[in-house]
Every structure is written in structure tokens, then in C-alpha cells.
């Protein structure tokens, strides 16, 4: 019987798990990652490091996460069901796999990998569709110590590129095309398309999923089911360093491209697992769905690897929630008998946005917990969501987090602590929050707002960039030395229960996905009209924020007001072809100056005014260059 993992279960034990956590984070860390299967102990807890970010965590363990997330519950869990897979037609077959079930193909799919080469610490890019081979092929990477890179299987092949070139990945994964809604996408198409320009890449393995004719590059491309014939369905897990990588994922930031996020093996490991336990309160026999795409951090954490380490049933839903219908999230609940549920507000508000009778007609009784992350959710969803999805009976948590941050950081546990709507709530046992002022004075007391930073390491701290360590100190470390800097702004309320307010760099949120302005703004600039542009957010309604381009076009290129749609038209298109469809601006205005200071500088605090419909009140211009492009600016706004 493995050591069993004790769970927070009351306030009191939270409030006595916080403070053992902060008075002594080694020992409290030491007892949580007690119970996992190590290869070997670790010879210090933790070396933490908010200055340059070198930052460690049980560093001189050994181990393999896969043997905590599959092999250790075999014993005791071997035919409870690991993972269930919907598809995204209703009516054709699901998949369910018993964690018996899903280690051997984890194995299997391993012994693909070895014997196409793949060896441990090398990258291995996957590029896929929502299918329990996303999944198990994950795994198979961390079961051989590849380090696996998603890239979310709706960016363009320029980003795949991108991400495969910096990652330098040897191996792709893919499949032949993918079903997203009434929607097949031709994913091999696209890959082939990124792969001209990766160098890198010497074998690309293709799922067989919609049974498509794909072209197959002599010498390169693969099918995993001819691969797997004759590989065997077990496979010994190679020995990990509590420090090697585990994963890459790509997320943006204020400047330059996107970067690699970089998680290791046994923080990760012990915060993913610590957080899922917590915060989700998942019983042995419920059934947990979460939504996210693995492609981001959010499906590795709480859709793979938290659930899988815990030994709870995850369920996977390849498709989208208004496929047949905008009931679709629910008769998926009523169908599984989902008991706790995390997804995006986002989903909510467009969900909210048709008829009542859409989520009014199922059932609804299974549930207990409902989540939420990826961006602040408004009063109004958080109350739809408590009223019509958990009939006021299950509580709703605000998770706060950052693929950075490896796990959730600031959220009520379920039917422990206290919500409150738009809340996040309160800091996780071995996360110090602390607000700072624009110079980096802490702000003390409740009812304040500032800068939401970290102030002591926790297991699942990013670790670096790949690739480019001096990068991830100043962006995260550099501004406030001693400190994490999140990059978003909170506000902590007269009982300490912290909210988000959203990020305070030019990083913008549209529909829970991260985009830095300045990535779009060269995208846009890649378009032969285009002289020059400046994005910024604005509020929108079911995305969240959506984006706003000011583009100045070429001589010529808008001679006359006729050319201006087909302009606007090629400029989307040079967008979803640089990053793909979900950075399409929402709103494109051509204009024939921007708001710049005398040294140069885009003053995109007038740009956000415009784009935010505040025209009356736009603050001092005078110290523009030309103060009359703002009256084009306003009396052109879309
Ligand atoms: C997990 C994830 C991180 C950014 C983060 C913040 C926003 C995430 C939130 C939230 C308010 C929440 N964010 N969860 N804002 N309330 N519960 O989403 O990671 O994609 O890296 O985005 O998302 O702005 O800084 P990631």
C-alpha cells in the first residue's frame, strides 16, 4: 500500500499548513513529498533564489514522474479508470482507459519513441489533436526523459516553427488532421508546412485520428500504429534528476517572441500533485473534467499530470462546448457524471450569451465543485456559473496561476475556505504574495492595491527559459530583485482575499490565452502594406479582452477608402498565418500617424482610451510629437 498523501480537510488545517509552511518550508516540503516513489531521497529540500532564478527543489532526488503517476497505483488502482476521452461528435465512440490500461500504452508509445532515436533530455515537439494519444504520448516522453513541448494544435506553422527551431527539437509528433467542432483541420499539412524551416527535426511520428490521406516525407515521417506493432507494452522508467526538464511550454510576454517556459521533474511534480489535492478536493471515486487543451499549462497540470499523480479519473473532451449545441459541457456532465469541473470563464460568458434552456434541460446533479482559471472571471459569470451550472450548491474557486508559477497559487479550497464572487481568494501553503508599489515598496494591510509579486520559492517555480536563462531573471526576477514578479495587478480586500485586476505589462488576455502586444504588432508588420502598428486590448465581452490594432499602411496602400477592407482583410490574414486564428485583431483601424512622444516612444496609454471607447477623457497630449493624430485617431475609432 503506498503512503497515503494526508489533504487539507478544514480551515483550521489550512491555516496550520500555512503557517508550518512558511515558518519551515523545509520540513513542510519534506513531509508533503514524503509519500511519492523516489529512486532516491533528496539531499536538500530547497535552494531558492529570487535573484537570479536559479532556483531548486529537492535537488539530489532521483526519480521518474511517470512511476508516480501510473506504476505506483497499480496495486491498489489498476482497474479504476485513469482516463476517459469524449469525442468531439457525441455520437462516436469514447475511450476509457484503466491506469493498468493507460501504463502499458504510456509504455508502449515509449518504446515508439526509443526506437525512433529519441533520446533522454532530447525535445520532442507535439503537435495534436485533443486524442488520448496527446496524452499518452506525453507521458511516453517523460517515461524516457524526453523532454515534451505542446504546442497547442490552433498556432500557425510559422509558430510551430518558431517553437520547434528554439526548442531544437529532433522528433515532431502530429497526426493526420483533427476535428474541432463541425471543423477538420488538416494539422500534417501544417506541420509540413513548419518543418521547411526546421532543420532540427529528423522524424516526425503521425497519429492515424481522422483517417486522412497525408503526404509522408521519405526517411522523416512515420505512423505510430505501424510503429507500435511490435513495441512492447512495458518499459522501464529512466532515472530522472529532481532538476532535469521535464517540460518546455511557450508563453508570451511583454517583448519578443514567445519564450520557453521551463518546468523540472520532481517540484513540478510535487505541486502539481499538492495543488490538484487541495484546491479540487477530488474524492477516490469521482469523475474530474477539466477543459483546458493540453496545449496549455493549465491541461498539463490539472488535466494530466495533478489528476494522474493523485490517482483521480480525468476526463478529456476533444471537442468545443457549442458542438452539436451550446449544451454540449453539460450533457457531457450528466453523460459521465462529472463530480468537479474547472474551466474558463470565457467558455462561461459564451455559454451565458445563448438560451438558459441550453444548460436548464440536464441535470446537472453529479457536480459538487466547479473551477475557474486563465483570466479574471466578472461578477456576472461567476454568478451564472454558481447559480445555473452548481444550482448554488457547489462551490465556485477563482484559481489564480501562471505558466510560470508551474501550479495554482491564490484560490479557496473547495468546501474549505471561503469564496467570494471575482475573488481569487487566499495564497496556497508555501506561496507569499505581497503587493509592491511601482518603485518595489511592499504595501502592507488590507483594502490595497499593487503589484502582485511572490516573495519565497515554491516547488513549481518556473526554473528558467530555454535556452536563454538571462531572459527569465529580467522578466521575473529583474524587476524586483528578491522577488517573483507575476506581471499582474491584484487588489487585497479588507479580509485579505486577493483579486485579480489583470496584467499591468503589455501582455493582453483574449479569451484566457496569452498574447504580447508587441508579438501581434510583428506579425502585422510582416504585411507588405503595413509601415508600422500598435496593438493594445480592450474589454470585450465574452473574450475577455479583445484586440485592437492601430496599423499605418503604406503610401498607396489605402489610397482611397475602397482599398481599405481588402487591406484590413490581408492584414488578418498575415496574422493567423504568423500565429494562427485565435491572435486575430478583433478591430483593425488604419490610421496615418500613432500617438508618439518626442523620443519616439507609442504612448499606448492613449491607444488603450481610444480602444476602450473613453474618448472624453484621454489625459495630456502635450507632450506628443503631433498632438492632432489623436483627433484622426478618435474620430476614426471602430
Ligand atoms: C493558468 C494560466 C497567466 C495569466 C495571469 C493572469 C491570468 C490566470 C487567473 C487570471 C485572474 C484568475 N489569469 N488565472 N487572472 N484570475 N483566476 O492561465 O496560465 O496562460 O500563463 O496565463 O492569466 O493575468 O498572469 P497562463
Keep these: 500500500m503506498p503512503l497515503q498523501h494526508p489533504r487539507i480537510r478544514t480551515f483550521e488545517d489550512y491555516q496550520d499548513a500555512y503557517q508550518r509552511s512558511i515558518e519551515n518550508p523545509e520540513q513542510f516540503w519534506a513531509s508533503v513529498a514524503e509519500p511519492f516513489t523516489w529512486r532516491r531521497k533528496w539531499e536538500s529540500v530547497c535552494k531558492p533564489d529570487l535573484v537570479d532564478g536559479h532556483n531548486e527543489w529537492f535537488s539530489g532526488a532521483k526519480l521518474n514522474i511517470t512511476e508516480n503517476c501510473l506504476d505506483r497505483h497499480l496495486a491498489t488502482r489498476g482497474n479504476k479508470l485513469a482516463l476517459i476521452w469524449e469525442p468531439n461528435d457525441p455520437k462516436t465512440r469514447q475511450i476509457r482507459y484503466t491506469y493498468r490500461e493507460l501504463h502499458q500504452q504510456v509504455c508502449q508509445f515509449a518504446n515508439v519513441l526509443l526506437n525512433n532515436g529519441v533520446e533522454k533530455g532530447d525535445r520532442v515537439c507535439l503537435y495534436m489533436p485533443m486524442i488520448p494519444q496527446l496524452a499518452i504520448a ?63 527535426v529528423r522524424r516526425v511520428i503521425v497519429v492515424e485520428h481522422l483517417g486522412w490521406p497525408v503526404h509522408m516525407e521519405e526517411g522523416r515521417d512515420v505512423w505510430y500504429h505501424e510503429e507500435a506493432q511490435d513495441a512492447a507494452k512495458t518499459c522501464p522508467a529512466e532515472e530522472m534528476d529532481a532538476e532535469d526538464m521535464l517540460f518546455i511550454l511557450y508563453t508570451s510576454g511583454s517583448t519578443g517572441k514567445p519564450k520557453g517556459v521551463v518546468h523540472t521533474t520532481a517540484g513540478y511534480m510535487v505541486w502539481a500533485d499538492y495543488t490538484f489535492r487541495n484546491v479540487f478536493q477530488v474524492e477516490e471515486n469521482d469523475i474530474y473534467w477539466c477543459t483546458a487543451d493540453i496545449g496549455w499549462v493549465t491541461g498539463h497540470s490539472y488535466l494530466l499530470y495533478g489528476p494522474l499523480l493523485n490517482g483521480a479519473s480525468t476526463l478529456m473532451f476533444e471537442g468545443v462546448p457549442t458542438y452539436p449545441d451550446a449544451g454540449r459541457f453539460w450533457e457531457v456532465i450528466d453523460k459521465h457524471g462529472v463530480n468537479v469541473f474547472y474551466t474558463a470563464p470565457t467558455a462561461i460568458r459564451s455559454l451565458m450569451a445563448t438560451p438558459l ?9 453529479s457536480l459538487r465543485v466547479l473551477g475557474s482559471v486563465g483570466e479574471p472571471i466578472n461578477e456576472e459569470a461567476w454568478h451564472w456559473y454558481h447559480t445555473h451550472v452548481g444550482k448554488e450548491r457547489c462551490p465556485v474557486i477563482d484559481t489564480w496561476w501562471q505558466t510560470e508559477t508551474g501550479g495554482i497559487m ?3 479550497l473547495a468546501g474549505v475556505s471561503p469564496t467570494k464572487p471575482a475573488h481569487a481568494g487566499q495564497p496556497l501553503p508555501g506561496v507569499q504574495p505581497v503587493l509592491l508599489t511601482q518603485e518595489g515598496q511592499e504595501i502592507e494591510g488590507n483594502n490595497q492595491e499593487g503589484y502582485l509579486a511572490i516573495k519565497a520559492s515554491w516547488p513549481g517555480i518556473i526554473r528558467t527559459t530555454y535556452g536563454d536563462h538571462e531572459r527569465a531573471k529580467q522578466t521575473y526576477f529583474g524587476p524586483y530583485p528578491g522577488y517573483y514578479f507575476t506581471g499582474d495587478g ?30 501581434i504588432e510583428n506579425a502585422i508588420n510582416e504585411n507588405d502594406n503595413v ?46 498565418a504568423q500565429i494562427g486564428k485565435i491572435a486575430k485583431p478583433d478591430k483593425i483601424q488604419l490610421v496615418s500617424g500613432l500617438p508618439k512622444t518626442r523620443s519616439g516612444k507609442i504612448m499606448r496609454r492613449i491607444l488603450r482610451k481610444v480602444a476602450e471607447g473613453e474618448t472624453s477623457n484621454i489625459g495630456d497630449v502635450t507632450t506628443l510629437l503631433d498632438p492632432a493624430v489623436v483627433d484622426e485617431i478618435i474620430s476614426g475609432r471602430k
Excluded: M, W
Design 138 to 200: 506525453v507521458l511516453a516522453c517523460a517515461r524516457i526523459g524526453a523532454v515534451h513541448s505542446v504546442i497547442f494544435a490552433g498556432f500557425s506553422s510559422t509558430a510551430i516553427a518558431d517553437r520547434v527551431n528554439d526548442a531544437q527539437a529532433s522528433v515532431v509528433l502530429t497526426s493526420d488532421g483533427l476535428n474541432r467542432g463541425p471543423k477538420q483541420i488538416p494539422v500534417k499539412r501544417v506541420v509540413d508546412e513548419a518543418l521547411e524551416s526546421c532543420p532540427s
Design 357 to 365: 434552456d441550453n444548460v436548464l434541460s440536464y441535470s446537472l446533479d
Design 410 to 412: 491564490i484560490s479557496a
Design 490 to 519: 491584484a487588489r487585497r480586500d479588507e479580509n485579505g482575499l486577493y483579486r485579480i485586476i489583470g496584467r499591468v505589462d503589455d501582455v493582453i488576455n483574449v479569451s484566457g490565452h496569452r498574447f504580447g502586444t508587441a508579438e
Design 531 to 576: 509601415v508600422e502598428s500598435a496593438v493594445v486590448g480592450y474589454p470585450h465581452d465574452v473574450k475577455g479582452q479583445g484586440i485592437y490594432a492601430f496599423v499605418i499602411c503604406r503610401d498607396g496602400a489605402c489610397a482611397n477608402e475602397a482599398d481599405k477592407p481588402r487591406v484590413e482583410a490581408s492584414i488578418i490574414e498575415t496574422v493567423v
